[in-house]
């Protein structure tokens, strides 16, 4: 049984930076590709990031050149470091694992965590 846990959810104000963490418990979390998505009220859960197990990294053209996904294979961990926050950043951030098809997809993701909340403040 998979089961995903974050953390470090907060408030920030505008240009401040958050670290999230995602530990996963489970079959060999190396095998896995890890995904970051968020939903803010009213809207539709959106892709953020995604590592693959080779280590490649893809993210949302919003969060590129701020938001950096790592993982650390030891430690069953994947993190999120935000950088320069925006208040439209705030949202409810989730960390899943890959399925099968398309990596900014959500429906691709067969495990999900409980969400960590994330708000920026202007």
């Known amino acids: 049984q998979v089961h995903l846990v974050e953390s470090g959810g907060g408030l920030v104000p505008a240009g401040g930076s958050l670290k999230l963490s995602c530990v996963a418990s489970?079959?060999?979390?190396?095998?896995?590709?890890m995904g970051w998505f968020r939903q803010a009220p009213g809207k539709e859960r959106e892709f953020v990031t995604a590592i693959m197990w080779s280590g490649s990294t893809y993210y949302a053209d919003s969060v590129k050149g701020r938001f950096t996904i790592s993982r650390d294979n030891a430690k069953n961990t994947v993190h999120l470091q935000m950088n320069s926050l925006k208040p439209e950043d705030t949202a409810v951030y989730f960390c899943?694992?890959?399925?099968?098809?398309?990596?900014?997809?959500?429906?691709?993701?067969?495990?999900w965590g409980q969400g960590t909340q994330v708000t920026v403040s202007s």
């Open positions: 899943a694992i890959f399925g099968s098809g398309s990596y900014y997809l959500a429906r691709s993701y067969d495990y």
């Open positions: 489970g079959p060999p979390f190396s095998r896995y590709a």
